[in-house]
Nanobody, 127 residues
């Protein structure tokens, strides 16, 4: 079993930056692809970014491409989401997710792909 805990959310002004962290514990010796999703009030959870278990490949939703960067430090069992040039529409609860990887290079972009989820961290971007 894997437990995921997000942190780093908060309130920022439009144009500002935040870095989210997702710390994994438990069965972290297995290779896991990781993803970030977000959910705004009244909306469905949407894909934000993903990274392969090796860290060698990344993928971004069009809405955040060029502004957000996903990375991982496998030695620390931690995945990061650097968010720059934040917009009010980025306001949401951000969740990290883990999937046992079939191949180290693969990334996954749907909620159905993932096996484990964190509790979420709130990101609020003021106008």
């Amino acid at each position: 079993q894997v437990q995921l805990v997000e942190s780093g959310g908060g309130l920022v002004q439009a144009g500002g930056s935040l870095r989210l962290s997702c710390a994994a514990s438990g069965r972290t010796f297995s290779p896991y692809a990781m993803g970030w999703f977000r959910q705004a009030p009244g909306k469905e959870r949407e894909f934000v970014s993903a990274i392969s278990s090796s860290g060698g490949r990344t993928y971004y939703a069009d809405s955040v491409k060029g502004r957000f960067t996903i990375s991982r430090d496998n030695a620390k069992n931690t995945v990061y989401l650097q968010m720059n040039s934040l917009k009010p529409e980025d306001t949401a609860v951000y969740y990290c997710a883990a999937k046992q990887a079939k191949q180290a290079i693969l990334v996954y972009r749907t909620t159905r792909d993932y096996d484990y989820w964190g509790q979420g961290t709130q990101v609020t971007v003021s106008s």
